[in-house]
């Protein structure tokens, strides 16, 4: 029997563990925190409980406009957030999640060891557990160590009144002023929730707009209904340092100015944990940062150790994550496989307005990389969106010019997350924009949109639609 050990127990982790047991290989995966990885115990499943219950507070809010009426100035006078609970809650949930990866697992036949591993050569990991230090021989092994929030030197989180998105659960109430400092997705998720729980946000933006990394007609639709709603947002501005002032935080910026506040999070990238792994020992050279350099098989520079998840640095994703640990997995154990692709990748930054993406970006756009045919419908117009009272957002899609495959899309809007779907479809199978519009749709509904969207494009030998 193959012996694989899997180190890190997160997406990239414990799916790979499921197909390398399926395919007959005796799995061994030692995580040190628990099943699920920090995708399930800290990060993606924990935010994405918490902004569930912040987006019933912004509908809450919002009820005015079709004429429900709350008979106070601030919603939080009539609906008490109790952080406390919703916080227990979220906990709660994340740790059941866990636990059911960690039973599902069992079941199949995969031995969990918990404990800290580092690999002594590149045929044997050693897992320091609770017991003492424990030795594993390996015919293959999978690195699928994750990330750890980066610090800014001057700001140490002291998970009270500063804090890294992990410790934010241990809040019992709303902050009174939160400053949340990085504009990624992380940021503006966090800044989104706890602006919905009526929390006073400000969020430092290095750049002129947020979300610097996301298509940008997307992200101006968000920096609007961010300002909108009353958030501070402070542009191009960076912050040097954090620090603990009696019952706040101030946040110094690069250019001398201080920004007061009650509590303060950092959302400003991670680091990849591959230090002290002993990877270089057996050759493998991290890169700049410190990811795990990686093919489109998940292979490193040593032939029988692979890596997968947000280590390598290829796409910061509990999907994408997942994907090159089954690839690992199929491809170690001599499997049928092909290469990880990421053109057909969707994602979607769970922010109110909700901005879903797949396939190609205008950045690669306009970067001349592909030459395509796009429309960008506002989704104001659009029936239901005036039923709910919905004005942001818009659909775009990007097709081939020539055959009208569509290639990518963006939706913006609630629940884009789910709307999306369709254009992933459509862009794994090449489904052209005629064959798209072709289908019907609900009236009325958002997707109705999309279709429309599809629709423009038969005429896609307008040159105001060719980019
Ligand atoms: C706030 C936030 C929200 C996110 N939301 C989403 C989302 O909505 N959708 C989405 O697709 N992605 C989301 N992501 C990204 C997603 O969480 C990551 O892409 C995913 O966690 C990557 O999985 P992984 O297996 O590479 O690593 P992880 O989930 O980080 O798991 C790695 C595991 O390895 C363990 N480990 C590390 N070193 C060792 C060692 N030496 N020995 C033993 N164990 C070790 C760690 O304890 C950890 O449990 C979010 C990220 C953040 C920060
Ligand atoms: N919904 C999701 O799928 C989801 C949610 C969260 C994170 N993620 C993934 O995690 C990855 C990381 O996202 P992230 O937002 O944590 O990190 P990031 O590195 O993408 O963003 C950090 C931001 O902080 C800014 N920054 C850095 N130093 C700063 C400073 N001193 N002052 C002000 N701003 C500063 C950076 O310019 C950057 O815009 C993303 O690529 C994403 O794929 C996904």
Request: hydrophobic content about 45%; charged content about 20%; aromatic content about 4%.
């Amino acid at each position: 029997m193959t012996k694989v050990v899997i180190i890190g127990g997160g997406p990239g982790g414990y799916e790979a563990a499921l197909v390398g047991n399926q395919l007959g290989g005796e799995v061994t995966l030692i995580e040190r925190d628990g099943l699920g990885g920090a995708a399930v115990l800290s990060d993606c499943v924990p935010s994405k409980t918490l902004i569930a219950t912040a987006e019933v507070m912004v509908r809450i809010k919002n009820a005015s406009q079709l004429g429900l009426h709350i008979q106070a100035e601030n919603v939080r006078e009539v609906v008490k957030v109790d952080l406390a609970e919703v916080n227990e809650r979220v906990l709660a949930l994340a740790h059941a999640q866990s636990r059911d990866i960690a039973d599902k697992l069992r079941r199949d036949g995969v031995s969990i060891v918990k404990g800290q591993a580092r690999m002594d050569g590149p045929h044997r990991v050693i897992a320091a557990t609770e017991q003492g230090e424990e030795a594993f021989d390996a015919d293959i092994v999978l690195v699928a160590t994750g990330t750890t929030p980066r610090e800014l030197p001057d700001a140490p989180c002291d998970g009270e009144r500063v804090l890294n998105w992990k410790q934010l659960y241990n809040l019992t109430e709303v902050p009174e002023r939160l400053i949340v400092v990085g504009s990624g997705v992380t940021g503006a998720e966090f800044a989104s929730a706890y602006d919905g729980l009526g929390c006073d946000v400000v969020l430092v933006s290095s750049r002129k707009q947020v979300l610097p990394g996301e298509d940008q007609d997307a992200a101006a639709v968000l920096q609007r209904a961010f300002e909108r709603r009353g958030m501070n947002i402070l542009s191009e501005a960076r912050a040097v340092a954090a620090r603990r002032v009696g019952d706040g935080v101030v946040v110094t910026l690069e250019d001398g100015r201080e920004v007061e506040g009650s509590h303060c999070l950092m959302a400003v990238g991670s680091i990849p944990n591959s230090a002290g792994l002993g990877l270089e020992e057996c050759g493998i050279e991290l890169g700049k940062w410190g990811h795990i350099p990686v093919d489109r098989v998940s292979r490193t520079a040593h032939r029988n150790i692979y890596a997968a998840g947000d280590v390598t640095g290829v796409f910061a994703l509990a999907s994408v994550a997942a994907m090159q640990g089954r690839i690992a997995m199929w491809h170690s154990l001599g499997d049928a496989v092909s290469p990880l692709d990421l053109r057909t990748v969707s994602s979607n930054v769970f922010t109110t307005p909700e901005i879903a993406t797949v396939g190609v970006s205008q950045k690669a756009v306009d970067a001349g990389e592909v030459r395509v045919a796009s429309v960008l419908l506002p989704l104001a117009p659009n029936a239901r969106s005036k039923m709910m009272g919905f004005t942001d957002g818009f659909v775009k899609l990007f097709c081939l010019p020539t055959t009208g495959i569509i290639i990518g899309g963006v939706v913006v809007a609630p629940r884009a997350s789910e709307l999306i779907h369709a254009v992933s479809l459509a862009v794994a199978k090449k489904v052209t924009v005629d064959e798209f519009s072709g289908a019907f749709t609900v009236y009325p509904s958002m997707s109705g949109s999309i279709a429309e969207a599809a629709r423009r494009l038969h005429n896609r030998d307008d040159p105001l639609l060719t980019q």
